[in-house]
């Protein structure tokens, strides 16, 4: 094996044997993340409701669920309904502080049992969760970002909010209010940016997960078949009083 | 291995593929409707010409400054508690992973779709190693299954039917599966799943990898490569050199365009970005985190003729629109690249001899320019590619003394004038009904399944004289 | 107009020698629309088939061949895409080195047209007069298309005729398998191209395929032919004609196949 210094000095030397094909340069990050970041949040105070307009019909394209609810009340209601019509008795979630709501006085008083993310990451109650989330049927989460565009749910890992929840069960749901939307691709970059620098010094969660629908392949004959990996169902809760 | 047919003349390989009707219908059906989702993506996406243009200039930029680049990704990967590894050789990044796993006793790897570890032929080594390899893809694991390699960059198994699927399973599962993709689907998430947590170690590629952050980025459709990089406990991401990209704004414009490209999404259901190994207070991440950075012939083309051909995403829209790979499949090229763009791919790793027939195995019809995202402009590297093997006394002597010899009667018109009388006369026994049906020799190439027309008795040089 | 437009043709060596009757429309075309046209007579050949079959410096002899013979040429109109692109994309690359003829294969590449483009983009050209009747599909040559950027102005062209309709060809930019030597080297996978190009050129039910490429030409009429299709392929300047010129009549195919075009095809 080359060592690290032997390898980049060959590659260096390469690099200087020729000026490139054409002049050109990377795109350009923005300069100050945490203000680009602020202005995109201003931005987004105004156009939120189109925003969301524009990510529902996305998310349905791809064969998300869409589910508008007008607070905590509401959400509870949406999920004991899922878990009614799949017949599940048991749901994993996201941490309460994490989810910014807490699930289970409304729904453990309907027969549901909840197993929440532990908010760090000690052996035992890591074992606890990841058995939870192997036999789960259904997962909740919160949401970073919904991204409009593309209709993609945009899910940061840390403590309490691990990304199997997102992942194992057959169905997935997504809690987010207004100051989650975004609308393109690009603001997206500027986040992440401004995350970057925000992480770079706290140095939370390992994994950023898009979300666009629910796990598909057409590997045999072209057919599409959903939920081959990840979740079947994928929906997508629209908090108004957040 | 259906690679044993590499063993033929590419001619050979592409005709068993000319007579196989299933492959021929499924390759059309396939690329089809590849080429019309893709087509009708960037249709309702005004901005993605101009987003074309800046990937591919980010991928110059990057290459223009590639050291500084591989250097920030490692740093800050190791930053993050990750372990980075330099394979100048696809034997050293296999010998990277087998030590690992020797190391770490580990009895099973899962792994996610990557067209690294096929050019490595990292399955074969991990199985002789006593170690388990599986495929999660679908597709991959269809073709696992049934000992054979992937035909396509982003469609693997598109060359089975789902009768011979069905068969697969059947065997893996001791009992009788119906040929439903539903069905076997739903057979295929029951047992990856218990793999997914049992396998001590993921294996996964890298789409891209952004320096500034240290993130590997992978996209999928069907969550594996979500699983295979949280549920076991070490994760090792094997990527070429060329996978850099500078920062987390470069990622969006790529993202922006390569499931569009590819499939015609968007975005793919799963976009996954990896930094590290977990992080302090994670409920769930491996404990480790492995980066091989593979060169393996790919610096020598930095300031080489197939540089541009570094700029490649493996979307696989080149396969799609190419009038031959259309026509042949991807096992008839007999490496782990096919397509226009695996024509240079081979070329690259494996040196000019590797393509000495495939180099031809394109007519130049610039498709394959037309739709890649970044604009490779492949026919160019094509013809470079033929330059060199008359260069270098590849192609044969033969070849080679028709074509200076056909050199020299263009560029002079009265040996020219002559040949084409000649030719005139030549023919002549061969004229039936004002077509040539049946021509020996070389021309047979031709003539045994298209007409030909004769030498006209009056060539247009002669008609214009009357002309005048 | 203050002086007659001149041009000089570089007929390319498919239709020098094999169709000749190609040459033959367009200087009565070009004529009938007041272009006085020459033939300059040591051209032979672009040199297309030798660069890319990777003989570049064979290419390159056949460049410093032919520049010269087109210095004195107002404008240069060839009938085929792929030799227009030689001329126009690589001559000036291939000769770059050249002290003395690097400029004049920059101002040749400046001067030279393709066929449909001359028509449409220099002499300005719309509406032209044909001797067919019936219906006519389109087939777009690769180098045309896609090496030039060029898919209208034969359309533009063909939809103007009076009597013709133009149906569009399903995968029209679709290679017609042709690629040069590609159609020897790898004869079976041409053909299997082909294949898939006449059956879609059948769907059309169209009397007559278009194209502006001899290469495309020989290969299309060469399948159509051997499987007794009546459906004929011609070059585009054998559909047209003008006002000011005599209607040059689409030579009839010379077998039995002629009979059961006859019906579509013949001329006014």
Same mark, same amino acid.
């Given at each position: 094996m080359?060592t690290r210094?032997?390898?980049?000095e060959?590659?260096?030397?390469?690099?200087?044997?020729?000026p490139?094909?054409?002049?050109?340069?990377?795109?350009e990050?923005?300069?100050r993340p945490a203000e680009?970041r602020?202005?995109?949040?201003?931005?987004?105070a105004?156009?939120?409701?189109e925003?969301?307009?524009r990510?529902?019909q996305?998310?349905?394209?791809?064969?998300?669920?869409?589910?508008r609810?007008?607070?905590?009340?509401e959400v509870?209601?949406?999920?004991r309904?899922?878990?009614?019509?799949?017949?599940?008795?048991?749901?994993?979630?996201?941490a309460?502080?994490?989810?910014?709501?807490d699930?289970?006085?409304?729904?453990?008083s309907?027969g549901?049992?909840?197993v929440?993310?532990?908010?760090?990451?000690?052996?035992?109650?890591r074992?606890?969760?990841?058995?939870?989330?192997a036999?789960?049927p259904?997962g909740?989460?919160g949401?970073?970002?919904?991204?409009?565009?593309?209709?993609?749910l945009?899910?940061?890992?840390?403590?309490?909010?691990?990304?199997s929840?997102?992942?194992?069960p057959?169905t997935?749901?997504a809690?987010f209010?207004?100051?989650?939307?975004?609308?393109?691709?690009?603001?997206?970059?500027? !986040?992440?940016?401004?995350?970057?620098?925000d992480?770079?010094?706290? !140095?939370?969660g390992?994994?950023?997960?898009?979300i666009?629908?629910?796990?598909?392949?057409?590997?045999i004959?072209l057919?599409l078949?959903?939920?081959?990996?990840g979740p079947?169902?994928v929906?997508?809760?629209?908090?108004?009083?957040? | 291995?259906?690679?044993?047919?590499?063993t033929?003349?590419?001619?050979?390989?592409?005709?068993?593929?000319?007579r196989d009707?299933?492959?021929?219908e499924?390759?059309t059906?396939?690329?089809?409707?590849?080429i019309?989702l893709?087509?009708?993506?960037?249709a309702g996406?005004?901005?993605?010409?101009a987003?074309?243009?800046?990937?591919r200039?980010i991928?110059?930029?990057?290459?223009?400054?590639?050291?500084?680049?591989?250097?920030?990704?490692?740093?800050?990967? =190791? &930053?993050?508690?990750?372990?980075?590894?330099w394979a100048t050789?696809?034997?050293?990044a296999?010998?990277?992973?087998?030590?690992?796993c020797?190391? &770490?006793?580990?009895?099973?790897?899962?792994k996610?779709?990557?067209?690294?570890?096929?050019?490595i @032929?990292?399955?074969?080594?991990?199985?002789?190693?006593g170690?388990?390899?599986?495929?999660?893809?679908?597709?991959?694991y269809?073709?696992?299954?049934?000992?054979?390699?992937p035909s396509?960059?982003?469609?693997?198994?598109?060359?089975?039917?789902?009768?011979?699927?069905a068969d697969?399973?059947?065997?893996e599962?001791?009992? &009788?599966?119906?040929?439903?993709?539903e069905v076997l689907?739903?057979?295929?998430?029951?047992?990856?799943?218990q793999k997914?947590l049992q396998?001590?170690?993921g294996?996964?590629g890298?789409n891209?990898?952004?320096?500034?952050?240290?993130?590997?980025v992978l996209?999928?459709?069907?969550?594996?490569?979500r699983?295979?990089?949280?549920?076991?406990?070490?994760?090792?991401?094997?990527?070429?050199? =060329?996978?850099v990209?500078?920062?987390?704004t470069?990622?969006?414009?790529f993202?922006a365009?390569l499931?569009?490209?590819?499939?015609?999404q968007k975005?793919?259901?799963?976009?996954?970005?990896?930094?590290?190994?977990?992080?302090?207070?994670?409920? @769930?991440?491996p404990?480790?985190?492995?980066l091989?950075?593979?060169d393996?012939?790919r610096?020598r083309?930095?300031?080489?003729e197939l540089?541009?051909a570094?700029?490649?995403?493996?979307?696989?829209?080149?396969l799609?629109?190419?009038?031959?790979?259309?026509?042949?499949?991807g096992?008839a090229?007999?490496?782990?690249?096919?397509g226009?763009?695996?024509i240079?791919l081979?070329?690259?790793?494996?040196?000019?001899?590797?393509?000495?027939?495939?180099?031809?195995?394109?007519?130049?019809c610039?498709?394959c320019?037309?739709v890649?995202?970044v604009?490779?402009?492949?026919?160019?590297?094509?013809? @470079?590619?033929?330059?060199?093997?008359d260069?270098? *006394?590849?192609?044969p002597?033969?070849? &080679?003394?028709?074509?200076k010899?056909?050199?020299r009667?263009?560029t002079?018109p009265?040996l020219f004038r002559?040949?084409?009388?000649l030719?005139?006369?030549?023919? *002549?026994?061969?004229?039936?009904?004002?077509?040539l049906?049946?021509?020996p020799?070389?021309?047979?190439?031709w003539?045994?399944?298209?007409?030909?027309?004769?030498?006209?008795t009056?060539?247009?040089?002669?008609?214009?004289?009357?002309? *005048? | 107009?203050?002086?007659p437009?001149r041009a000089?043709?570089l007929?390319?060596?498919? #239709?020098d020698?094999?169709?000749?009757?190609?040459?033959?429309a367009m200087?009565?075309l070009l004529?009938?629309?007041?272009?006085?046209?020459?033939?300059?007579?040591?051209q032979?050949?672009c040199?297309l088939p030798?660069?890319?079959s990777g003989?570049q410096?064979? %290419?390159a002899?056949?460049a410093?061949?032919?520049?010269?013979?087109f210095?004195?040429s107002?404008h240069?109109? #060839?009938p085929?895409?792929?030799c227009?692109?030689m001329i126009?994309?690589?001559?000036p690359?291939?000769?770059?080195?050249?002290?003395a003829?690097?400029?004049? %294969?920059?101002?040749? %590449?400046d001067?030279?047209?393709e066929?449909?483009?001359?028509?449409v983009?220099?002499?300005? #050209?719309?509406?032209?007069?044909?001797?067919?009747?019936?219906?006519v599909?389109?087939?777009?040559?690769?180098?045309?298309l896609?090496?030039?950027?060029?898919?209208?102005?034969s359309?533009?062209l063909?939809?103007?005729l009076?009597?013709v309709?133009?149906?569009?060809?399903?995968g029209?930019?679709?290679?017609?398998?042709?690629?040069g030597?590609f159609?020897?080297?790898?004869p079976?996978?041409s053909?299997s191209?082909?294949?898939k190009k006449?059956?879609?050129?059948?769907?059309?039910?169209a009397g007559?395929?278009?194209?502006?490429?001899?290469?495309?030409l020989m290969?299309?009429s060469?399948?159509?032919?051997?499987?007794?299709?009546p #459906?004929?392929?011609?070059?585009?300047a054998?559909?047209?004609?003008?006002?000011?010129?005599?209607?040059?009549l689409?030579?009839?195919?010379?077998?039995?196949s002629a009979?059961?075009?006859g019906?579509?095809?013949?001329?006014a």
């Amino acid at each position: 094996m080359a060592t690290r210094a032997e390898f980049l000095e060959r590659i260096r030397r390469e690099v200087r044997r020729t000026p490139g094909l054409f002049p050109a340069s990377a795109a350009e990050r923005p300069p100050r993340p945490a203000e680009a970041r602020a202005a995109v949040r201003r931005q987004m105070a105004e156009r939120w409701p189109e925003a969301l307009e524009r990510f529902r019909q996305e998310f349905e394209r791809v064969n998300g669920l869409f589910h508008r609810a007008a607070g905590l009340e509401e959400v509870a209601g949406v999920i004991r309904d899922l878990a009614r019509e799949k017949d599940a008795h048991e749901l994993i979630t996201w941490a309460s502080a994490e989810l910014g709501l807490d699930l289970r006085g409304s729904l453990e008083s309907q027969g549901l049992s909840i197993v929440a993310a532990p908010a760090d990451g000690r052996d035992d109650a890591r074992g606890r969760y990841r058995e939870a989330a192997a036999r789960a049927p259904i997962g909740v989460t919160g949401a970073d970002f919904a991204l409009a565009e593309t209709g993609t749910l945009i899910l940061l890992s840390g403590p309490g909010r691990p990304h199997s929840t997102s992942l194992l069960p057959d169905t997935h749901v997504a809690i987010f209010g207004k100051d989650r939307l975004l609308e393109t691709l690009e603001q997206v970059g500027i !986040m992440l940016e401004a995350l970057h620098l925000d992480a770079a010094r706290s !140095m939370s969660g390992s994994v950023v997960s898009f979300i666009t629908g629910p796990s598909r392949t057409a590997d045999i004959e072209l057919t599409l078949t959903r939920g081959v990996h990840g979740p079947k169902e994928v929906h997508a809760i629209f908090v108004e009083a957040r | 291995m259906s690679n044993q047919a590499s063993t033929k003349p590419f001619a050979e390989r592409a005709a068993v593929a000319l007579r196989d009707t299933f492959l021929q219908e499924a390759l059309t059906i396939a690329t089809t409707k590849f080429i019309g989702l893709r087509k009708d993506s960037f249709a309702g996406f005004p901005q993605g010409e101009a987003l074309r243009d800046r990937a591919r200039a980010i991928k110059e930029a990057t290459l223009q400054r590639l050291d500084d680049y591989l250097e920030r990704l490692a740093d800050n990967v =190791e &930053r993050l508690g990750g372990h980075v590894h330099w394979a100048t050789t696809g034997d050293e990044a296999r010998e990277t992973i087998l030590r690992l796993c020797r190391d &770490r006793r580990v009895k099973m790897a899962v792994k996610s779709k990557s067209m690294a570890t096929e050019e490595i @032929e990292l399955n074969d080594a991990l199985e002789q190693a006593g170690v388990v390899p599986v495929e999660t893809d679908l597709g991959e694991y269809i073709i696992q299954l049934a000992h054979e390699k992937p035909s396509h960059i982003i469609a693997p198994a598109i060359h089975k039917t789902k009768g011979q699927v069905a068969d697969l399973f059947s065997r893996e599962v001791g009992q &009788r599966l119906p040929a439903d993709p539903e069905v076997l689907t739903a057979v295929a998430r029951k047992e990856l799943r218990q793999k997914f947590l049992q396998a001590d170690m993921g294996i996964t590629g890298a789409n891209f990898a952004v320096a500034d952050t240290g993130t590997i980025v992978l996209v999928t459709n069907e969550g594996n490569g979500r699983m295979v990089t949280s549920l076991p406990r070490i994760h090792v991401a094997v990527m070429g050199i =060329e996978k850099v990209i500078p920062s987390m704004t470069d990622l969006m414009v790529f993202l922006a365009i390569l499931a569009r490209s590819a499939t015609g999404q968007k975005l793919s259901v799963y976009t996954t970005l990896v930094r590290g190994p977990r992080q302090a207070r994670e409920v @769930e991440g491996p404990e480790e985190f492995h980066l091989i950075l593979m060169d393996n012939g790919r610096s020598r083309q930095i300031a080489g003729e197939l540089r541009e051909a570094l700029y490649c995403l493996r979307c696989g829209a080149c396969l799609n629109v190419c009038p031959v790979y259309r026509q042949i499949g991807g096992h008839a090229y007999g490496h782990t690249y096919p397509g226009p763009i695996g024509i240079l791919l081979t070329a690259m790793l494996k040196g000019d001899r590797a393509v000495k027939e495939l180099a031809h195995a394109s007519s130049l019809c610039g498709a394959c320019h037309e739709v890649c995202p970044v604009r490779i402009d492949i026919p160019r590297m094509l013809i @470079e590619l033929r330059h060199r093997l008359d260069r270098e *006394r590849i192609a044969p002597l033969a070849e &080679r003394l028709v074509f200076k010899t056909f050199r020299r009667l263009l560029t002079s018109p009265a040996l020219f004038r002559l040949s084409v009388a000649l030719g005139r006369v030549a023919q *002549r026994p061969f004229v039936r009904n004002g077509r040539l049906r049946s021509l020996p020799l070389v021309f047979a190439k031709w003539t045994r399944t298209r007409d030909l027309p004769p030498v006209a008795t009056q060539t247009f040089t002669q008609r214009w004289k009357g002309l *005048r | 107009m203050t002086h007659p437009i001149r041009a000089s043709l570089l007929v390319t060596c498919l #239709v020098d020698l094999f169709y000749p009757e190609v040459g033959v429309a367009m200087v009565t075309l070009l004529r009938g629309l007041g272009v006085t046209v020459d033939f300059p007579p040591s051209q032979t050949c672009c040199g297309l088939p030798l660069f890319n079959s990777g003989y570049q410096d064979e %290419a390159a002899r056949v460049a410093r061949h032919v520049v010269p013979i087109f210095s004195a040429s107002e404008h240069v109109v #060839v009938p085929s895409g792929s030799c227009a692109w030689m001329i126009k994309k690589e001559y000036p690359g291939l000769l770059r080195d050249d002290p003395a003829l690097g400029k004049d %294969a920059e101002a040749l %590449a400046d001067r030279t047209h393709e066929l449909s483009q001359f028509l449409v983009k220099v002499l300005g #050209v719309t509406h032209v007069k044909t001797a067919f009747r019936g219906r006519v599909t389109y087939h777009d040559s690769c180098h045309l298309l896609r090496g030039l950027g060029e898919s209208q102005s034969s359309r533009t062209l063909l939809s103007n005729l009076e009597g013709v309709e133009l149906v569009e060809l399903p995968g029209a930019d679709e290679c017609c398998g042709f690629g040069g030597s590609f159609s020897v080297r790898l004869p079976e996978v041409s053909t299997s191209i082909l294949g898939k190009k006449i059956a879609n050129i059948e769907k059309t039910g169209a009397g007559c395929v278009v194209a502006c490429d001899a290469g495309c030409l020989m290969q299309m009429s060469g399948g159509l032919s051997r499987k007794g299709s009546p #459906v004929r392929a011609l070059h585009l300047a054998q559909l047209l004609y003008s006002e000011g010129g005599s209607a040059p009549l689409p030579t009839p195919p010379p077998e039995a196949s002629a009979g059961k075009a006859g019906g579509r095809t013949r001329a006014a």
